[in-house]
């Protein structure tokens, strides 16, 4: 299977070969990462996610910059159960377009969206509040978000993820909901994001917070060995099936290095029912989780690709932990006869 050139990939396709250093000052913005980016989709982030499982309710939270279109979009998702597209979340409010003034004039210190959105950077690295207030449709937010792992910076120095811990109070359509959970935070920049069409299998990005002191992410492809039924077609060889991951436990940081993803959608369908993943890092140490869908809604933030956001159970080792599989899929597979189930 071909496909674009890697420098013309998005983040979430580029492997990741080990991690990089990083500094407070990583939690502000990087417009001087932009300087020989020409590229349109030039993209910085900033992502915060949350549940309440026993509610089967899933929330994210982002802000994406375009510094060369000097144009931010941003907002939050907030829903229970299966949706069927974006707009049926109880909490639905996302801007395309803004000026980007509303984010950059405070450096991401303190920011506040045109539609009431806003994160404060209480400690770089550390702490977070991030409210919104809907007082039309009863929606609230109130979080405070608190490290319990150290960012794991990837080895360009352009992205990093974070175990968080979420505290306080989320309110849908009048219903209110005590949050207490784990979720892994992450932050990108300093790289185009092109909206090419791309013939790829879908990729997940998966997380899981089990403890404060044992989380993982992995990235990586439908592969070969983990879908055997596809008998080749729409899934990556496996040596080419992971681009990046890591397992935090006991105090260690580990890259992943090998992984074995088995992930089952019906068929026609684009929601993750179930995943079993196997992981391996650099410190050979196995982690064997085997995932339950509780959630799923889709997000399209750009035409070309379908995105579903998906909040999964985790069991692994007698621990049970919660987290996303965000599922990217492109629209050659989703036309495919493997999808539709014509094979």
Same mark, same amino acid.
């Given at each position: 299977?071909?496909?674009?050139?890697?420098?013309?990939?998005?983040?979430?396709?580029?492997?990741?070969?080990?991690?990089?250093?990083?500094?407070?000052?990583?939690?502000?913005?990087?417009?001087?990462?932009?300087?020989?980016?020409?590229?349109?989709?030039?993209?910085?982030?900033?992502?915060?996610?949350?549940?309440?499982?026993?509610?089967?309710?899933?929330?994210?939270? #982002?802000?994406? &910059?375009?510094? =060369?279109?000097?144009?931010?979009?941003?907002?939050?998702? $907030?829903?229970?159960?299966?949706?069927?597209?974006? $707009?049926? /979340?109880?909490?639905?409010?996302?801007?395309?377009?803004? =000026?980007? /003034?509303?984010?950059?004039?405070?450096?991401?210190?303190? #920011?506040?969206?045109?539609?009431?959105?806003?994160? *404060? @950077?209480?400690?770089?690295?550390?702490?977070?509040?991030?409210? #919104?207030?809907?007082?039309?449709?009863?929606?609230?937010?109130?979080? =405070?978000?608190?490290?319990?792992?150290?960012?794991?910076?990837?080895?360009?120095?352009?992205?990093?993820?974070?175990?968080? *811990?979420?505290?306080?109070?989320?309110?849908?359509?009048?219903?209110?909901?005590?949050?207490?959970?784990?979720?892994?935070?992450?932050?990108? &920049?300093?790289?185009?994001?092109?909206?090419?069409?791309?013939?790829?299998?879908?990729?997940?990005?998966?997380?899981?917070?089990?403890?404060?002191?044992?989380?993982?992410?992995?990235?990586?492809?439908?592969?070969?060995?983990?879908?055997?039924?596809?008998?080749?077609?729409?899934?990556?060889?496996?040596?080419?099936?992971? =681009?990046?991951?890591?397992?935090?436990?006991?105090?260690?940081?580990? *890259?992943?290095?090998?992984?074995?993803?088995?992930?089952?959608? /019906?068929?026609?369908?684009?929601?993750?029912?179930? @995943?079993?993943?196997?992981?391996?890092?650099?410190?050979?140490?196995?982690?064997?989780?085997?995932?339950?869908?509780?959630?799923?809604?889709?997000?399209?933030? &750009?035409?070309?690709?379908?995105?579903? @956001?998906?909040?999964?159970? &985790?069991?692994?080792?007698?621990?049970?932990?919660?987290?996303?599989?965000?599922?990217?899929?492109?629209?050659?597979?989703?036309?495919?006869?493997?999808?539709?189930?014509?094979?």
């Amino acid at each position: 299977m071909t496909g674009p050139a890697a420098e013309t990939l998005p983040f979430f396709l580029r492997p990741n070969s080990g991690f990089g250093r990083i500094r407070p000052e990583d939690d502000l913005l990087h417009p001087a990462s932009f300087a020989k980016i020409t590229d349109d989709s030039a993209t910085e982030t900033q992502y915060f996610g949350f549940c309440v499982p026993e509610a089967r309710l899933h929330g994210l939270t #982002y802000v994406w &910059w375009h510094p =060369n279109l000097k144009v931010c979009s941003g907002g939050l998702f $907030v829903y229970r159960g299966i949706k069927p597209t974006t $707009v049926h /979340a109880e909490l639905c409010d996302w801007r395309t377009y803004m =000026n980007d /003034a509303v984010i950059t004039k405070n450096d991401l210190h303190d #920011y506040r969206l045109s539609n009431g959105f806003g994160v *404060r @950077i209480v400690e770089p690295l550390q702490k977070f509040h991030i409210t #919104y207030a809907d007082e039309a449709n009863g929606n609230h937010l109130d979080l =405070n978000a608190t490290a319990v792992l150290p960012p794991v910076m990837f080895e360009d120095g352009n992205h990093f993820e974070q175990s968080m *811990r979420m505290k306080g109070e989320v309110t849908l359509r009048g219903s209110r909901y005590a949050v207490d959970c784990y979720a892994i935070r992450d932050r990108s &920049w300093g790289k185009p994001r092109p909206e090419t069409l791309m013939p790829f299998p879908p990729v997940s990005w998966m997380t899981a917070s089990f403890t404060d002191d044992f989380s993982f992410n992995c990235n990586a492809f439908d592969h070969a060995s983990g879908q055997p039924e596809r008998a080749g077609e729409w899934v990556m060889p496996d040596e080419r099936g992971l =681009n990046s991951g890591w397992i935090f436990r006991e105090g260690t940081l580990g *890259r992943v290095v090998k992984a074995t993803k088995r992930i089952t959608r /019906a068929v026609s369908s684009t929601i993750c029912s179930a @995943i079993d993943l196997q992981l391996v890092d650099e410190h050979g140490r196995v982690v064997h989780a085997r995932g339950t869908g509780i959630t799923s809604c889709p997000i399209q933030l &750009w035409g070309n690709v379908w995105t579903v @956001i998906n909040l999964i159970r &985790w069991d692994c080792e007698g621990h049970v932990g919660y987290g996303d599989c965000q599922d990217v899929l492109f629209g050659s597979y989703l036309n495919s006869k493997v999808f539709k189930g014509e094979r």
